[in-house]
């Protein structure tokens, strides 16, 4: 996974998703937020819902408890 | 598979200029990616034969030199081989060590060629194991817009592509065609007249014609 590592990390690309869907966004927003190509986007987001790390409702996206843990455990770094 | 219509044959397989392009979930140096993720965006999906081998590796320096000449046509590069994932990372990251040059777009992972196959990128009368070096033009709607193929011996212009990426912009911008090696800022061609009565109009219209058919003009700054 381009998002996660194999040991369970997010990588950068992921955590910029991440904290472009703290409250929650829809796809062309995070796109803006990120900074990334609009076709990483897509298919990050695809992976971060995969693994529980992000949740869709409607068209907006939005980080779950798990996500939080994750970014609030990078920061601790 | 080999069908016949209206007496012309076709590969139902093989996608041609003006069909949607197939779509495929496949694993890539970027992760796994779906051609769903390029819409909105200009897409160049283009195979070359395989990784760590010289033509290829002149091809790959030139796109990614290229790169922002693509983007700022809000067109996205993506590769495609029968090779790993760990080949294409190893070739990438040797590519960067030996000659400096990053690559910043994704190369799919294809080792059973079902892409490859969806999209006819092997020739067999050149090569069965290996994919030749095609490109496929991909608009914003997932429609199929050009096709270039070359043989394994011969690496593509990439000004060529770019060229051609921007021609297809400007004629569906402006209803307008373009000539032949015709260039960015260059006169183009506006479309010939289907009535004698459009025929005799445009002679009024301002452009530069030779004649009734053959009729260019300037675009205001594109």
């Avoid at chain 1, 190509?37 to 779950?64: C, D, H, W």
């Avoid at chain 2, 819409?39 to 796109?63: M, Q, Y």
């Avoid at chain 2, 006169?187 to 010939?192: C, H, L, M, R, T």
Wanted: proline fraction near 6%; glycine fraction near 6%.
């Amino acid at each position: 996974m381009a998002c996660i590592d194999k040991d369970g990390n997010i990588t950068r690309s992921a955590e910029l998703m991440l904290l472009a869907a703290i409250e929650p966004n829809d796809v062309d927003t995070i796109i803006k937020e990120c900074g990334l190509a609009p076709f990483r986007v897509r298919s990050g987001l695809r992976e971060l819902e995969k693994a529980g790390l992000i949740q869709m409702k409607g068209n907006f996206y939005q980080v779950t408890p798990l996500a939080i843990e994750k970014l609030e455990g990078k920061q601790g770094h | 598979m080999e069908e016949t219509t209206n007496n012309v044959k076709t590969f139902s397989q093989i996608p041609r200029i003006g069909d949607q392009a197939p779509n495929f979930e496949a694993e890539s140096t970027f992760g796994p990616l779906q051609l769903q993720d390029f819409r909105g965006s200009w897409l160049v999906f283009f195979s070359h034969p395989a990784d760590f081998t010289p033509v290829c590796t002149t091809e790959f320096i030139e796109f990614a030199n290229n790169y922002e000449k693509f983007r700022k046509l809000n067109c996205e590069l993506l590769g495609l081989s029968i090779d790993s994932i760990f080949s294409h990372i190893s070739w990438v990251r040797n590519i960067e060590e030996k000659f400096g040059i990053r690559i910043p777009f994704p190369v799919i992972v294809d080792l059973d060629a079902s892409v490859a196959n969806r999209y006819g990128m092997i020739m067999p009368g050149d090569s069965t194991t290996e994919t030749s070096r095609c490109v496929f033009v991909i608009d914003p709607d997932g429609k199929i817009r050009a096709m270039i193929y070359y043989p394994l011996t011969t690496g593509r212009n990439i000004d060529e592509i770019i060229r051609l990426v921007h021609a297809l912009q400007i004629t569906d911008r402006h209803k307008v065609a373009t000539p032949a090696n015709w260039r960015p800022g260059e006169k183009v061609i506006v479309p010939p007249p289907r009535s004698q009565e459009a025929a005799q109009e445009r002679l009024n219209q301002g452009y530069e014609c030779v004649d009734w058919y053959f009729c260019k003009k300037s675009l205001e700054k594109d």
